[in-house]
Structures are given as C-alpha cells and as structure tokens.
C-alpha cells in the first residue's frame, strides 16, 4: 500500500439512512476506511455504515458541529482525510482526478465544488468551493458552533481547486425535515452569537438561512444590504453575496436597483457569468429586447467562469440559449430561433417543452410539412412506445392529422404491448374524432 495514496473518509451523521448507502457506496473505491461518528441516530444509520465496514464511534450531541468534526478526524489513521456529509455523492467520473489529487505532494489540501440540487431529476445545480480534502498532519481542525470552518495551524498551508464534484441532495428532504434543520440552524446560529460574537460570516449564513422564509424577505435583503455596505469583496464568500443580493433584489421587484448592482458586481467581477445572466433576464421583463439579446449573447461568449465564481451551470450554457431562442421566436427569426432551440436541445435533451416550438419554427419558416415531419421524427426515439405516443400527440396539436394516421397506420406504431397499443388506440381515436 502506498502510504501516500491512503484515505479516511469521515462522516459525522444523524439519522440518515435514506442517504448514507449511496453516499458511502460513491466513495467506497478510493478510500482506505471509513470513519463514521454517530451523534444520536434512531434509525437503520449505524447498520447502514457497518454493512460498508465503517468504524463507528459515538458522540453525545453537545450543539457544536466542530466539536463533533474534530473528534472524528482523531478516528482517521490515514494519510489524507476526506471530509463528506450523508446526503453527498460522488460523480464516478471524477474518481481517477480524485486519486490524481492525493498523488500531489506539494499540495496540502483540495477544495471540491459541492453540486447543490433542489428538485429530484434537475440537470441544473447551485455550486459552491469547500475545503474537504486535507493531509492528516495534526495541523487542522474545526472551529464554530455551526457553519464550521476548517482552520490550519500551518500558515502556509496550500490549497488547491481540483475538478472534482461532489452532488449535494440534502435540499431534496421533505418540508418536515428541512423546517426542523432550519430551526435547529437559527437556534445554533444564535448560541454562536453569543458565545463567538456577531461577525460577517455569521451574519452571511444567518442572511442565508432566513431567506428560506417568505415572511422574512425583507430582514433577509436588509441583511444582505448590511453586509454588502461593510464588505471589502476580499473574502471567500463574496462573489455569493453579491449574487444573494441581487437575488433579493429581484424577489423584492426592485428591477432597477437590481440592474444597478449587477452593474456595480461585474465591475467587481467582471468575468461573473451569472450576473450577466440575470441581467438579460431583467431586460427582457422590462422589455429591452435588443440589450437582453445582447446580455445573453454575452453569457455564451463568457462561458463557465473560474471556479471562484461558478454560481449556477444554467447561466453560461442552456439558460441563455434558450432566452436566445424564445426572443428570436417572439420577433419571428423563425431560422435563428430554430438553431438556437436545436442547441439547447443538444445540451439538454430531457426538455419535452422544446419540440412544439421547434415545429412551429419550421412552419413558421415554412418548410414542406414532408419535410417537418422528417426533421422532428429525429428528435424522438421512435423505437420506444411511449415516444411514439409523443409524436402522435405532436402532430395532432399541429393539426397535422393526415401525418398522424400515416404514421400510426404505416409505421407498425400499433404492435406494442398491451398499455402502450391502448394510450395509441386513444391518440388514433381523437385523431379521427376532430
């Protein structure tokens, strides 16, 4: 074994049997041991973590999440620590940058990005850096009640940004859990307070955590404003500041001082592609067509920024082509709009939504309906019923009902299994009803 390459993986956890297997079972090929410190669980956590071979120690809760984190980095015994929470994941496509990493020697840490999901299925995610990844030298720890950081007693310490991503599900907890964790947070939040002063950071995550709430929107912009007026836009947690606020701005309706303060943001980070993208947006409301054309078209020159500033992964690919589209429809750029809705369905090909826009670009562009038929039979899998199913119905709401029975009638749609010949059968019967 290379001593060099060796890892402890180190969770401290409560209650999360519905995360932990898929969780451990991400990382489990590039990591030596496992070490999970149970704070509490009633549930099938601790069977879960032993079913993996974890060593599982146990901490009586105290409020304190560094309290709980340092005692479990004292169960690593190998060479880096790899800090994860239950509801987090690893892509498999990252394993082999991942274990590029730990063959760095002069490097003493890695930052990851955290892939934030808030609904089951989305390919579109909020991003943000952490440290997770350090040499198990004694020389770091954690400090705050809640919101923890890590903290080196090394001063030189180096860290890196690697390409590694770990998904982040915890958003996708039912209402229940996610009410009680946030009262838990506000209740901590506070004990921090008092016991560690009022500093930016916890005003930042207390910001954050209140901006859950509709009935705390304007405290939560007011807190915002407060730290943007004493902020020197040096810290790690700028660049997200900046885009809460505007964020707060925007739910608020406050269109022109949120156009101000994306102004004022891309002077302070000019290659901010989230911040151009949110300025289209608001052009277009307000009706500035040209300039929100010209914002969005930005947004794809720009592209993904620097991991510092990575927000949103809508911003610099999809979401701005699809704006592109949507405008080039409403002005009848019938061609234009039709390339741009093509791209975005390159990028993403899971949106049903886009394949009636793109039929009415063709007609719009006035192709021979022969020839619009063979163009949108390529953008389903027609080998599959229910994409079968799809297309009738398409063709029925463009009221091309002389295509819909030439298919249904010619193309064998009709051997299927049982269910699916049925929803046919219904599509074949409206179609011969209208």
């Keep these: 074994m290379d001593r060099n390459r060796t890892v402890s993986l180190c969770l401290i956890v409560r209650n999360e049997a519905t995360f932990l297997a898929r969780c451990l079972a991400s990382f489990k090929d590039v990591v030596n041991e496992i070490c999970v410190l149970d704070t509490g669980s009633s549930d099938e956590t601790v069977a879960i973590a032993e079913s993996f071979g974890a060593r599982v120690d ?6 304190n999440f560094s309290d709980a984190r ?12 790899m800090v994860v929470d239950a509801d987090e994941y690893l ?21 990851v990005k955290l892939f934030n999901f808030s609904r089951e299925g989305t390919p579109y995610y909020i991003t943000q850096l952490s440290s997770r990844i350090f040499k ?23 860290f890196e940004t690697i390409e590694v991503a770990f998904y982040h599900t915890g958003h996708l907890r039912n209402q229940r859990t996610l009410k009680g964790k946030s009262k838990r947070n506000l209740i901590l939040l506070k004990k921090s307070f008092e016991e560690e002063g009022l500093g930016m950071f916890q005003l930042y995550h207390l910001a954050n955590e209140i901006s859950h709430d509709p009935e705390k929107r304007q405290e939560t912009l007011e807190l915002y404003q407060q730290l943007y007026d004493e902020e020197n836009f040096k810290t790690d947690f700028a660049p997200k500041l900046v885009m809460f606020r505007l964020l707060a701005l925007i739910r608020e309706g406050f269109l022109d001082e949120s156009l101000a303060a994306i102004e004022h943001g891309l002077i302070l980070f000019p290659d901010f592609t989230d911040l ?15 300039k929100s054309i010209q914002s969005f078209k930005m ?3 720009m592209g993904k920024p620097r991991s510092e500033l990575e927000f949103s992964n809508v911003s610099y690919a999809y979401g701005p082509m699809y704006h592109l589209a949507e405008l080039m429809h409403d002005q009848e750029y019938f061609e234009q709009a039709f390339t741009n809705y093509q791209e975005c369905w390159l990028l993403d090909n899971s949106k049903d939504q886009l394949l009636s826009p793109i039929f009415d670009c063709l007609i719009g562009m006035k192709v021979e309906r022969e020839e619009i038929v063979l163009i949108m039979k390529r953008f389903f ?13 398409l063709l029925l709401e ?3 009902y002389q295509e819909a029975t030439d298919f249904l009638t010619n193309d064998g749609a009709l051997q299927a299994e049982e269910k699916q010949r049925q929803l046919l059968e219904k599509a074949l019967a409206g179609l011969t009803t209208s």
């Design 276 to 290: 151009m993208y949110q300025r289209g947006i608001i052009e277009r409301k307000k009706g500035l067509i040209l």
């Design 381 to 393: 899998n027609l080998h599959n019923d229910l994409n079968r199913v799809s297309y009738v119905n």
């Design 70 to 81: 340092n005692r479990n980095l004292e169960m690593a015994t190998m060479n880096w620590i």
């Design 398 to 400: 463009k009221a091309f």
């Design 58 to 63: 146990f901490f009586e809760w105290n409020d």
């Design 299 to 301: 947004c794809l020159s």
């Design 91 to 111: 892509r498999r496509e990252d394993i082999p940058a991942l274990n590029q990493a730990f063959m760095r020697y002069g490097c003493d840490g890695f930052a």
């Design 136 to 158: 198990n030298n004694g020389h770091f720890r954690y400090e705050g009640i809640i919101f923890e950081q890590l903290i080196s007693e090394d001063s030189v310490a180096k």
